[in-house]
């Protein structure tokens, strides 16, 4: 069932290592959708393995401290399965959230920089490797 505060994520395998995961349609990642998000998104990894995982943020203007769980179990998971994540697209007030929990030392946050650029610059084996560890 689907309530107000679920986020719709699409995934688009690109022609690169990357997919790219677009969080849309709500403008906050609170609590209550927290755990669909998460759900989704872990069940996508396990189904991928070796996944290169982009999460697109663009859309997302308030990220809780549920969702925040919901990404290290989803980082949690791609590292099972041989997979990475990496995040782009976040909001300076998102970044900052990642800063204060030093977040940004579990997770390659992209801020400001374009999808499109990013995808480029992910095309690089060795962008990935440190977040495989």
Request: charged content about 20%; some cysteine.
């Amino acid at each position: 069932m689907s309530s107000k505060s679920d986020v719709p994520i699409s995934f688009n395998d690109t022609e690169s290592v990357v997919v790219i995961a677009t969080l849309g349609g709500g403008a906050s990642l609170d609590a209550d959708g927290s755990k669909v998000f998460g759900d989704t998104i872990v069940s996508y990894v396990k189904s991928h393995p070796k996944v290169r995982l982009l999460i697109n943020f663009q859309n997302i203007t308030y990220l809780s401290s549920a969702a925040l769980t919901e990404l290290l179990r989803i980082n949690e998971a791609a590292k099972q399965t041989g997979g990475a994540i990496q995040l782009c697209g976040l909001s300076k007030e998102i970044h900052r959230v990642f800063e204060i929990t030093q977040l940004g030392k579990v997770f390659k946050v992209n801020p400001g920089e374009p999808v499109e650029k990013t995808i480029v610059r992910l095309n690089s084996e060795s962008e990935w490797d440190v977040f495989r560890a």
